[in-house]
């Protein structure tokens, strides 16, 4: 049978956890936006002791401002890309508080406060094509209806991190529809439009964490990692756990292998395991820790076929989770049955082979599913880290057909492999 290829549709299927992604994201691009004069009337930005909370502005005028704008996190750590850009990646909560539908119609990020410099605009067709809402599987609409929340998810860039402000916040344009038949009596005193200020976020002086690779040898593809452009399976993983929404795949990174020149990931029949790149592959430890959580009894599961998913745990299939220390945990997912080489309690140092690289779980191919976060769990907190080093090769193109010169090639240090990165890593 042919070749398997890196597709946008394949790619997408790829997932860790995307069975159960729950809510939404929107990218962050530089493009115009914005919408008339609001009938909502703001003072300059709110100052210290003034009973406002920092980001958001003091209203002067008794008229309802129905978005209700937080940040799932009040921090962002810079993390720098192997294309050499500087990434800050986060979520914005979207609460339409009014009994009227509302459109957003653009974002703006915003240097500091609401008088601050224009830093970039999401419009009204990436909003839409990028958001869904909380409670259902309605998506691809820049629309929330009165009393919903949606998230919307930014991949900001910059050139430098000497350009991202040490503190920014938020525009949201949107307008209202028309009262529905049967709304409350003071639904017609709600604005038709607002451009209302929040989401404010602090940039962290804290560096990501420095580690090893998961894997060796040459023409590994980064897939589903930090994206400026689009959706992916990682970036839409946000999901109610602990009587909040967190956002819990934010730098993991699918692991696949590829060979460039045909953008295939198997040889041979496709509908077998071993007949991918990726499968068996050593997997290393990535610092110096400890085990605490080793599963290994999941089979391996049939190549491009997503599993039932009756119980969450299972989404991870086969997994090792390593104590790095500094409360910093590392998941190795999808697994090959019965490989691991490691138990709880035992301690691991950096490049110490761990396990073997499979197909289980919530999984369409054989690929390593990788992340560090803030618990044992893969649905804690995060944690932004960089490859110590590594070789750039290859990245792929703009329209995802095939694979190109990577925007800065040769040895990398301190980034991160972001998505469509094709990069080696010399064995020790």
Request: hydrophobic share 40%; proline share 7%.
């Amino acid at each position: 049978m042919g070749m398997r290829k890196i597709t946008a549709s394949r790619a997408a299927m790829l997932i860790a956890l995307g069975g159960v992604c729950l809510l939404a994201l929107s990218a962050c691009t530089a493009s115009p936006g914005g919408t008339g004069t609001p009938s909502t009337s703001a003072s300059p930005a709110a100052t210290p002791g003034s009973g406002i909370r920092p980001g958001y502005q003091d209203q002067t005028a008794l008229e309802f401002s129905p978005l209700i704008i937080d940040a799932l996190s009040s921090q962002v750590v810079p993390v720098e890309g192997s294309d050499g850009l500087i990434y800050v990646a986060y979520e914005l909560r979207v609460l339409n508080s009014a009994p009227r539908d509302a459109t957003i119609t653009a974002i703006e990020t915003l240097a500091g406060d609401e008088g601050g410099a224009v830093l970039a605009t999401v419009d009204q067709a990436r909003i839409a094509s990028n958001t869904m809402l909380i409670g259902g599987a309605e998506r691809n609409t820049a629309t929330i209806p009165a009393g919903r929340t949606a998230i919307v998810v930014f991949r900001d860039t910059y050139p430098a991190r000497a350009d991202v402000p040490k503190t920014f916040t938020h525009r949201i344009h949107a307008t209202f529809a028309a009262p529905k038949e049967g709304a409350p009596r003071l639904a017609a005193n709600y604005p038709d439009q607002v451009a209302q200020i929040g989401g404010a976020l602090t940039t962290s002086t804290d560096a990501p964490l420095v580690i090893g690779s998961p894997v060796s040898g040459t023409n590994w593809f980064a897939n589903n990692g930090l994206d400026p452009t689009r959706l992916n399976a990682h970036s839409d993983v946000v999901i109610p756990l602990g009587g909040r929404i967190v956002s819990a795949e934010t730098y993991g990174i699918d692991f696949m292998r590829i060979d460039p020149a045909t953008m295939s990931s198997d040889r041979g029949d496709p509908t077998q395991n071993a007949s991918y790149l990726a499968f068996d592959e050593p997997l290393l430890a990535v610092a110096d820790g400890k085990v605490v959580r080793a599963d290994t009894d999941h089979p391996d599961v049939a190549p491009q076929v997503l599993p039932d998913l009756s119980v969450l745990e299972d989404a991870t299939g086969n997994q090792v989770v390593l104590d790095l220390g500094g409360g910093v945990f590392a998941t190795y997912a999808h697994m090959k049955q019965g490989s691991a080489t490691v138990k709880v309690g035992d301690t691991v140092t950096k490049g110490q082979e761990i396990g073997r690289l499979g197909n289980s779980g919530n999984t369409s191919e054989a690929h390593l599913h990788f992340q560090l976060q803030r618990g044992s769990l893969i649905s804690a907190d995060n944690v932004p880290w960089v490859f110590d080093t590594f070789e750039s090769i290859g990245a792929l193109s703009a329209d995802q057909t095939h694979i190109v010169a990577p925007p800065k090639p040769g040895t990398r240090t301190k980034e991160i492999p972001v998505f469509g990165s094709v990069f080696s890593i010399p064995a020790k």
